[in-house]
């Protein structure tokens, strides 16, 4: 196959705004295709994506805020400055297509694709799309998004659902269970607060953590900085500031997930089939997303959920108690959730921007 086609990827931010992508990436790696990956100079991408066999450009990014800051102003040349920056990359690497996971690293380089007459094809994980897909819209060819309710201007809309990294689909639970020599017929609760982990979920594990490892073996990815030893010694309770290549392994051993609902990781948490307790990141912290993503799952019966304000040891408790004694309901429910081949959806739309 030829060798000539080459697809700019890029996005960042966050690591939702990454991982995601990797699915994809190997779809065109595996044709003999270049992959040239822009992200920020903020060092997350670029670290991210340092083993993927792809090669990584940077850019001068500006921070999208709906808030008032006065960031905003050195925001306000920093935007130009990226946009400059990603035509003058894109005009070098000659893409035949784009594809934008969205964050704001990713508006410069759609737009600078857009003045080249680059097609671009953008992918939306939330329920509504955030601030930089909105800006992004009006200059994407297809606009891929994870729910069939996603409300967008694009010019074509694709259900294509979230890539699921490979690592994630092909978890072993044995394997975690000898990592962490847990017996086979060990009940187990995975907690995670996302990459840096969540204050308020943490306070309130910590707070119940003696009476949950009675019932279960918690395995508690808490975020940096945030193990505490003098909780070390609790039987039954793994502590991790984060957990990298073994997590796909933890979520197939998981009976019962806790986590928040970003729409990355509540895709992991329903593609992969696990009941699981949701607990959004509040207004007061975001812009809903979450919120919305965690109304969905519960309106389908996918997840159970409690909202942070009302989170404390007794409702926490009460609610995983809600779950564990009715699995086969949430097992049941679980299964009606369609899991697309979004990795392939997506190739395919991309693939038609490079014909």
Avoid at 174 to 180: E, H, K, S
Avoid at 301 to 328: F, Q, R
């Amino acid at each position: 196959m030829s060798t000539e086609r080459t697809i700019v990827f890029t996005g960042g931010g966050t690591a939702g705004h990454v991982l995601p992508t990797k699915p994809v990436i190997e779809q065109f790696l595996s044709r003999n295709d270049q992959v040239v990956f822009i992200g920020s100079r903020s060092g997350l991408e670029r670290r991210l994506v340092s083993d993927w066999g792809i090669e990584f450009k940077e850019i001068t990014t500006g921070k999208l805020r709906r808030y008032f800051s006065f960031e905003n102003l050195i925001d306000a040349f920093r935007v130009p400055i990226g946009i400059l920056q990603a035509w003058l990359l894109l005009l070098k690497v000659k893409p035949n297509a784009v594809f934008s996971k969205g964050g704001y690293v990713a508006f410069p380089v759609v737009f600078a694709a857009w003045l080249l007459r680059i097609p671009v094809v953008a992918h939306e994980s939330d329920l509504s799309p955030g601030l930089a897909t909105r800006l992004c819209t009006p200059f994407v060819k297809t606009q891929c998004v994870s729910f069939a309710q996603t409300r967008t201007k694009a010019k074509r809309v694709v259900v294509t659902g979230t890539p699921i990294r490979a690592e994630l689909r092909d978890g072993d639970a044995v394997r975690a269970q000898d990592w962490l020599n847990i017996t086979s017929d060990s009940r187990v609760l995975v907690v995670v607060g996302g990459s840096l982990g969540a204050e308020a979920i943490n306070q309130v594990v910590h707070a119940c953590i003696e009476t949950l490892a009675q019932k279960f073996v918690v395995i508690h990815v808490c975020g940096k900085g945030n193990v505490k030893e003098n909780l070390r010694s609790v039987e039954n309770y793994h502590q991790f500031e984060y957990i990298n290549e073994r997590w796909g392994d933890v979520l197939a051993l998981a009976e019962v997930v806790v986590s928040r609902s970003g729409a990355n990781a509540l895709f992991e948490l329903l593609s992969l089939r696990k009941p699981n307790l949701l607990i959004p990141l509040p207004l007061t912290q975001s812009r809903g997303d979450q919120i919305e993503n965690a109304e969905l799952a519960e309106i389908n019966g996918w997840s159970l959920v409690l909202p942070e304000e009302l989170c404390n040891p007794t409702s926490l408790l009460a609610s995983l108690e809600l779950i564990t004694e009715n699995l086969t309901h949430w097992q049941a429910k679980l299964q009606t959730f369609e899991v697309k081949d979004s990795a392939n959806l997506i190739v395919a739309e991309i693939e038609q921007r490079l014909n």
